[in-house]
């Protein structure tokens, strides 16, 4: 069925994926948008809320390298989103002397115009970027220099905040969780069920629900979910001014990379992009069925708990890149969610069979830097507008809906460190 301007849209979840479709509906001229979550933006345990993200260029896939590129454009240039970005570079550093991904990624950004310059040494490195004086392990790799990071918090506030002004109704807690998709007797989605009042009626829903989906519709082939862990460890201003603008740098062997140390909380974070950690539970209390995925009905950043292999990682990474922080405390530390699919590729996509159901997602550890320009893309997918590219890229495979044999592991070679582990039960008890 046609979709008019003035028909209802709900979007049920407010991280980047879902905020950037709902607002660029709204410019498109849609009247009655609505979107649901489990709490207001930037949701405490939202994979789209953090002190910090990556923005970068560096990508070995063309696609996203241009995209990437467009997005880093608008990420220094529009009002809403720059006072956000902080353009510091971005240092990627392996120990092997020649590692193919940053080759490769040297040629892409000389193919779409980004700067960079290499180093062989990690006295070069510290001649160029004198913040990493500490670092005495050797390392050879490259400054991506159109890089940088954003606190990602403050941009995913600004985003809701120019939502509201837009008349982008928001509803959260009990009212805002979805419990289930509403249908009628053709399989058609007429709204969702909520956990507390009546169904929220729709004429269309887009499912924007990051790690939580496989909760509320069997994607097991199409997208899994791991858990990353994430430390903070709050510096004195002293230590935060050595520091200064650093670049965010990558150590390529281990995967843990560090952030430069927040402007006004002198809060350090290290973080590590690989394979993650899975859990096992069941989307409902009817289902045999067992997915890996954030609780739906609490908190998932609450416990400050990560497994003790990532916290030695992260001790010994603290260690090789900012001595200074090495020793100190945690301030916090959590677990946060990647959903995975099996390219990397996201999903913008009107579902196949339940009709007036569209679904963005699957950020695969690499989304947020999208922002500025994900709205665009995937309203062009819910448009019918959408490149012959984009559509491939983006489509939903629901005909993969039996999960595959091995995990779905997507690594375009960014991703370092240990394979995917499973949780045990003694580890899941603490989330
Ligand atoms: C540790 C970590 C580091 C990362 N680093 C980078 C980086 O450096 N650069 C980069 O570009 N990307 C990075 N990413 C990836 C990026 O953050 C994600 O791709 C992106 O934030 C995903 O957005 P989302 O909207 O899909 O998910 P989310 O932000 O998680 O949004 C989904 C929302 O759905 C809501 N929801 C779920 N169930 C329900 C329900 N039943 N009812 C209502 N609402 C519901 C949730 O509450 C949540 O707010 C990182 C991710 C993590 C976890
Ligand atoms: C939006 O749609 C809902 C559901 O049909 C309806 O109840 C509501 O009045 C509409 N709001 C506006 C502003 O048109
Ligand atoms: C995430 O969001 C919550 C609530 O909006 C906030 O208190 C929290 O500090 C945020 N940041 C991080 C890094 O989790
Ligand atoms: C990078 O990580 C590897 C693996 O943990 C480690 O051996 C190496 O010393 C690290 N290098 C730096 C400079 O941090």
């Known amino acids: 069925m046609p979709l008019n301007k003035t028909d209802p849209i709900v979007v049920v979840g407010a991280g980047v994926f879902g905020l950037s479709i709902a607002l660029e509906l709204r410019q498109r001229a849609y009247k009655n948008i609505t979107v649901l979550d489990r709490m207001l933006?930037?949701?405490?345990?939202?994979?789209?809320?953090?002190?910090?993200?990556?923005?970068?260029?560096?990508?070995?896939?063309?696609?996203?390298?241009?995209?990437?590129?467009?997005?880093?454009?608008?990420?220094?240039?529009?009002?809403?989103?720059?006072?956000?970005?902080?353009?510091?570079?971005?240092?990627?550093?392996?120990?092997?002397?020649?590692?193919?991904?940053?080759?490769?990624?040297?040629?892409?950004?000389?193919?779409?115009?980004?700067?960079?310059?290499?180093?062989?040494?990690?006295?070069?490195?510290?001649?160029?970027?004198?913040?990493?004086?500490?670092?005495?392990?050797?390392?050879?790799?490259?400054?991506?220099?159109?890089?940088?990071?954003?606190?990602?918090?403050?941009?995913?506030?600004?985003?809701?905040?120019?939502?509201?002004?837009?008349?982008?109704?928001?509803?959260?807690?009990?009212?805002?969780?979805?419990?289930?998709?509403?249908?009628?007797?053709?399989?058609?989605?007429?709204?969702?069920?909520?956990?507390?009042?009546?169904?929220?009626?729709?004429?269309?829903?887009?499912?924007?629900?990051?790690?939580?989906?496989?909760?509320?519709?069997?994607?097991?082939?199409?997208?899994?979910?791991?858990?990353?862990?994430?430390?903070?460890?709050?510096?004195?201003?002293?230590?935060?001014?050595?520091?200064?603008?650093?670049?965010?740098?990558?150590?390529?062997?281990?995967?843990?990379?560090?952030?430069?140390?927040?402007?006004?909380?002198?809060?350090?974070?290290?973080?590590?992009?690989?394979?993650?950690?899975?859990?096992?539970?069941?989307?409902?209390?009817?289902?045999?069925?067992?997915?890996?995925?954030p609780k739906r009905d609490s908190n998932n950043a609450a416990a400050s708990w990560i497994p003790e292999d990532a916290d030695a990682a992260f001790r010994k990474a603290l260690k090789q890149l900012v001595p200074i922080a090495a020793e100190k405390p945690w301030a916090r530390r959590r677990l946060c969610w990647y959903t995975e699919t099996p390219r990397g590729d996201f999903i913008a996509d009107h579902h196949p069979s339940l009709t007036g159901l569209f679904v963005v997602t699957g950020g695969a550890g690499h989304g947020f830097k999208f922002l500025p320009v994900l709205g665009r893309y995937t309203a062009d997918c819910f448009e019918g507008k959408a490149s012959e590219e984009l559509q491939r890229r983006w489509k939903l495979h629901v005909d993969e809906d039996k999960a595959p044999p091995g995990p779905i592991v997507c690594n375009d070679g960014s991703r370092r460190g240990p394979a995917r582990r499973k949780l045990t039960s003694v580890e899941q008890a603490k989330l």
């Open 41 to 293: 933006p930037p949701v405490a345990d939202g994979s789209s809320n953090d002190t910090s993200r990556i923005i970068r260029p560096d990508y070995v896939d063309t696609f996203y390298a241009r995209l990437a590129t467009e997005a880093i454009g608008l990420w220094r240039e529009s009002d809403l989103l720059k006072p956000f970005y902080h353009p510091t570079g971005f240092v990627l550093a392996s120990e092997k002397a020649r590692d193919e991904y940053l080759e490769h990624g040297k040629q892409v950004l000389s193919q779409q115009g980004n700067r960079f310059q290499s180093f062989q040494t990690t006295d070069e490195l510290k001649s160029i970027r004198p913040e990493l004086r500490d670092i005495t392990f050797p390392f050879s790799g490259y400054i991506s220099h159109n890089a940088g990071w954003v606190d990602a918090a403050g941009a995913v506030r600004a985003v809701a905040e120019r939502l509201g002004e837009l008349g982008v109704s928001f509803v959260t807690g009990p009212r805002g969780t979805m419990t289930s998709l509403k249908t009628n007797q053709d399989s058609q989605v007429v709204g969702v069920i909520v956990a507390h009042g009546p169904p929220i009626p729709a004429s269309r829903v887009i499912l924007a629900t990051g790690a939580w989906t496989n909760h509320y519709l069997n994607l097991d082939g199409a997208i899994t979910s791991s858990a990353q862990p994430v430390g903070f460890i709050k510096l004195t201003p002293e230590e935060a001014h050595t520091l200064g603008n650093m670049p965010v740098v990558d150590n390529m062997t281990s995967g843990c990379f560090v952030f430069p140390p927040t402007p006004d909380t002198h809060v350090l974070k290290i973080a590590r992009h690989s394979h993650g950690f899975e859990t096992s539970i069941a989307p409902d209390s009817q289902s045999e069925r067992r997915i890996s995925a």
